[in-house]
């Protein structure tokens, strides 16, 4: 099946600071999408990418779908310590029925 | 609106036992799914349904049943418990497929299987 690889693992900042992360497949995506999870709680989508090349803000939040496809990456500014929790990308590929998670970004913010 | 709906919150199995994983929606939304989140894992597609009557498999199904019989709901069966199904399970729906439209998910179910 298809798969993402999303780096960092997990991202230990100050507030703040920027915070940067991405995601890449070996295969092309139509969609990305990234979701945050907090615990307890179920994933809650943050930013959709329909576009090769698209780029998309919400808020301090901003997302890129990558020209080739294949990749994806989701930028936060000025973090906050709300802004903890586990950061997935996603994405559809061969099948529009079948979303794809990444192994999620674990952010932590220090006050 | 409620949203999605997961029951129960909790549960403990004993290997070879079966359980249901009860979810519903009250969005009328056409697609829904299961998925299971699993340490260092991230979430994996177990079954989804598109539809009424259609249901399809995910990335991974074995050992999991479900049916789609009305709109709203979409129960996920454990016929003979494993501990490698001890995980947290999370219920999602969406309007109509992927593209275009948002995943919700529900609150997730977690299981422990003995």
């Known amino acids: 099946g298809q798969q993402l690889n999303q780096s960092p693992q997990s991202m230990f900042i100050q507030e703040g600071e920027d915070v940067s992360m991405n995601c890449t497949s070996s295969?092309?995506?139509?969609?990305w999408l990234w979701y945050k999870q907090e615990p307890g709680e179920g994933p809650v989508l943050l930013i959709a990418l329909y576009k090769a090349g698209e780029l998309t803000s919400n808020g301090r939040l901003t997302a890129q779908f990558g020209i080739t496809r294949k990749d994806s990456f989701l930028n936060i500014s000025a973090s906050i310590p709300s802004d903890v929790g586990i950061y997935f990308c996603a994405g559809t590929g061969g099948s529009n029925y079948k979303l794809t998670f990444g192994k999620g970004t674990l952010l932590t913010v220090n006050p | 609106n409620a949203g999605v709906t997961q029951t129960p919150k909790f549960q403990v199995l004993k290997t070879g036992q079966s359980m249901t994983l009860q979810c519903a929606q009250d969005m009328n939304h056409e697609y829904m799914s299961w998925y299971r989140q699993d340490p260092g894992m991230g979430l994996r597609l177990i079954h989804y349904?598109?539809?009424?009557?259609?249901?399809d498999q995910g990335e991974v199904p074995n050992g999991y049943n479900v049916s789609r019989s009305t709109t709203e709901d979409f129960p996920l069966r454990l016929l003979s418990a494993a501990p490698s199904q001890t995980s947290v399970y999370f219920c999602?729906?969406?309007?109509?497929?992927?593209?275009?439209?948002?995943?919700?998910f529900g609150e997730g179910s977690r299981l422990t299987v003995l």
């Open positions: 295969s092309i995506f139509n969609t």
């Open positions: 349904s598109v539809g009424a009557g259609i249901t």
């Open positions: 999602a729906s969406s309007w109509t497929g992927l593209t275009g439209g948002e995943l919700f």
